[in-house]
Each structure stands twice: as C-alpha cells, then as structure tokens.
C-alpha cells in the first residue's frame, strides 16, 4: 500500500515539475525590465516566492541576461496557475548576493497557462503581461517644435527596427505639420522598452544628431501615445490619446495639433485644438465670398477633407458624430465669420448630430452668446446633411448643394451656411467652427 501512495505521489511531483504534454505542462515566463544597473559590476535578476526564483534566498535568486535593445530578461520555466510573488534586484555578478533590493511593494503575479512576457519598471508596482506568439503594436507620435531650413527634415532614430536600430539611413523620416511643427508616426510593438532621439536628415544623409548628453529612454503599452519634446532636452512628456480637445485643455493648456479619439471610435484622428476648442471647420474664401474646395460628394464629407487650421478642412461627419455623441447634447457650437469689415460670432448650446443612417440630422439648443441672430442656424435645426450628389433637403425646383456649391445642413435652401459664404445678410470671406464640451 506504501509503495501505492508513494509512486502516486512521484507521478504528481513529476507532473508539476514539467513534463511537457502531460495535465502540468509548464509555463515560460520571463521578466524584463530596462532598469540600468546602479552597482559596479552587477547584473539585474529576479528573486521571489517560487522555488525557481530563489524562495527569497538572495543565494538562489535567478540572475538576467541584457538583451540587444539594452533591456534585462529574465526567463523560467514554472508549474501552471500559481499566485507568486517577486522583486527585481541587482546581483553580484556571481550571482552570490543580492546588492540592492527594488524598493515597494512585492509585486503579486500568477503563473496562468500560456507563456508570457512580463514587462515592469523598478520601482513600479504596475506590471503588463505580454501572451507569447501575440504581435501587437501600438501607434507612437513623436512631436516637436523646429524651424528646419532648406531641404532639412526632422527624423527619429533609435535602438528598435522601427527607428532604424541607430542606423541613419533608416531612421524614421517625420512630416511637417504646420510652420515649425514636426510629427514622426510609427507603429510600434507593445510593452518594450526603448531609446531615442532626434536627427536632421538632409537628402538621405545625417547632418546632425541632437545634442543631448543621453538618450531618451520611454516604455509602450497598449495606449496610443504622443511624445512631446523640445530640441537637445531629455525631458518628455507623453499624452495618450484624448477623447476630444476638451480633454487635451486639462492637461496641456496650448493651440496645437493633436491625436483624438471618440469614445465610440475605432481609431484616432489629427484635429487641431485651440484653447480646449475642436476646430471641425475652416472656409477661406476670395473678397466676394466664392468658397473654394467645399464642392464634395458625400463620401468626402462622410469621412473629411482638408488639414487641420488650413483651408478648406471639414473634420468629417463620422467623426463629428463621434464627438458630439459621447456626451450627446452636451457641446458647443462656436461659429465665428468675417466679412470686408469685421469678424462676427455666435455660440451654441446642445450641438451633436446623427449618425449616417439619419442623414447626419443637425440638432442646436440656444444661443450662449455672440453678435448674430440666433435664428439664422436655428431654422436649420432638424435639417438633414445634403451634398450635391445626395439632396436630402426640401428644396423641389432646386439642388441646394449646387447652388452654394458646398454641403450643408440644407432646408429649402438656407438662410447660414458657412461652407457656402452665406450667413443671413452677412456676404462672409471666411468661416471657422469648432466644438466644446
């Protein structure tokens, strides 16, 4: 009966040890970390509550390796679906004792049933696991302000492929957004560690590195992000993508150019915020008020048109209804027009409009403030998006969108479009809207 019990106990003890196939096949899972070491001739390691990771014996702590991008891995092989916890620490480079202890709380992990990689910084109790075999990446902006002159353009190099591994010749090119104003885009893949900085490129070839005394080192999640910096300083500041220009205000009170994303969206869109403002429209015409540029089917303003701050820019219905449906009824329209002689404005409570299927139906509450009647918008309310190709007004003799060459919020035919150079008695040369929560 002995030798029953014991050899079942064997086959089990065996089993969680790691017989690949079997009920208990193992898990990998590996630690990483780009924490450079602070002690001579130290190397990073793991030690925590597992009999792989040392059972907090600073003899038996497991020791890392230092990847290709500068990052520490550490990797071990443990029984499925057991609660654990773990600190980083600096080892003697024998592996022999531990030198420094990561400071805080023990991080609290579980061994769950799938290889994983999990990423943490020292010192930070929050950590993301990242599922083997996953390849996922997330869009990354690099931002700055810099007059470039000539056939100068602004590039991002760093220790990933995705910025050219310090290769000049394939650093990451960016694109100027406005005077100034430069914007490097790449998708990169999630929960790494990295290390960059800016260059000048000119024709192909590197003419200046920026001088700062080290690299910028930064982390990506699962969050788009923006990275704002300034020319030769190692400070940046990251923003995730915010839901509207509102939100932007709260955190960085400037004009600019940024990344939005709607509640209800699938994915993020360049506008340009002025002072928590959304602009969703800029109309710049001649001196007698012909607009130019605003002539478009309706799939063009279904999806928009134009630049941000530039003319002619329509923001596009899908995303204008996304952002005034997060907080259905609760923006404001701001309308401001110019004429030979002076700017006029008006503002707007209870402002979204329906999706595509109603026709991009306009809704207003009242007017807030401003110099114009409130009436001239207002017999639009209820209205109908039209253009020349989809004439959803109640005009019978006439194509409303034809006739002012412009899609709009059409009755029969109008008395304001500022897509079209008409707002009430006013003869306008130029047109700006935006929206606030």
Not at 94 to 119: A, C, F, M, Q, Y
Not at 183 to 190: A, E, N, T, W
Request: glycine content about 10%; overall charge negative; hydrophobic content about 35%.
């Amino acid at each position: 009966m002995r030798a029953i019990v014991f050899a079942a106990l064997l086959i089990t003890v065996c089993s969680v040890k790691g017989q690949t196939g079997g009920p208990w096949a193992p898990v990998t899972l590996t630690f990483q970390t780009d924490h450079e070491v602070t002690e001579a001739n130290a190397v990073m390691g793991v030690c925590g509550s597992l009999v792989e990771l040392g059972m907090w014996n600073q003899g038996e702590c497991m020791a890392g390796t230092k990847g290709a991008q500068g990052e520490w891995n550490v990797t071990v092989k443990v029984a499925p679906s057991m609660s654990f916890q773990w600190k980083w620490v600096e080892l003697a480079s024998d592996g022999s004792k531990v030198l420094l202890w990561e400071p805080g709380d023990n991080h609290r992990t579980n061994t769950g049933t799938v290889d994983k990689t999990i990423v943490s910084n020292w010192g930070k109790q929050r950590e993301r696991e990242f599922p083997k075999g996953t390849s996922v990446t997330t869009a990354v902006r690099f931002r700055i302000h810099y007059y470039a002159s000539g056939g100068d353009r602004l590039a991002v190099c760093g220790n990933i492929p995705e910025l050219g591994n310090w290769q000049p010749a394939y650093c990451t090119l960016g694109d100027r957004l406005t005077k100034g104003n430069w914007q490097v885009q790449v998708d990169i893949s999630q929960n790494r560690h990295f290390q960059w900085k800016w260059a000048i490129i000119n024709n192909g070839t590197m003419t200046q590195w920026e001088g700062i005394s080290k690299n910028r080192h930064d982390f990506v999640g699962d969050e788009e992000i923006t990275m704002f910096t300034s020319w030769g300083s190692e400070f940046t500041t990251a923003l995730p993508v915010k839901a509207d220009c509102s939100e932007v205000w709260k955190e960085r009170r400037d004009t600019d150019l940024y990344q939005l994303q709607p509640a209800n969206a699938s994915q993020s869109f360049l506008a340009y915020c002025q002072s928590g403002w959304t602009h969703i429209q800029r109309n710049d015409m001649d001196e007698v008020g012909t607009p130019f540029g605003f002539d478009r089917d309706w799939m063009s303003y279904k999806n928009g048109f134009g630049t941000p701050s530039q003319s002619p820019y329509w923001i596009g219905n899908d995303k204008l209804y996304q952002l005034t449906n997060q907080h259905q009824g609760n923006y404001t329209l701001q309308i401001t027009i110019w004429t030979k002689y002076r700017s006029h404005s008006i503002v707007y409570d209870g402002f979204y409009i329906e999706d595509e299927s109603n026709n991009y139906r306009l809704h207003l509450g009242s007017k807030i403030s401003g110099d114009i009647e409130a009436s001239y918008l207002l017999s639009h309310a209820g209205a109908p998006f039209s253009t020349f190709d989809k004439d959803n007004d109640k005009a019978v003799t006439v194509n409303c969108p034809s006739r002012w060459q412009a899609g709009w919020w059409y009755t029969d035919c109008l008395t304001a479009t500022a897509n079209g150079g008409e707002w009430g008695r006013y003869r306008i040369i130029r047109a700006t809207m935006a929206i606030r929560q």
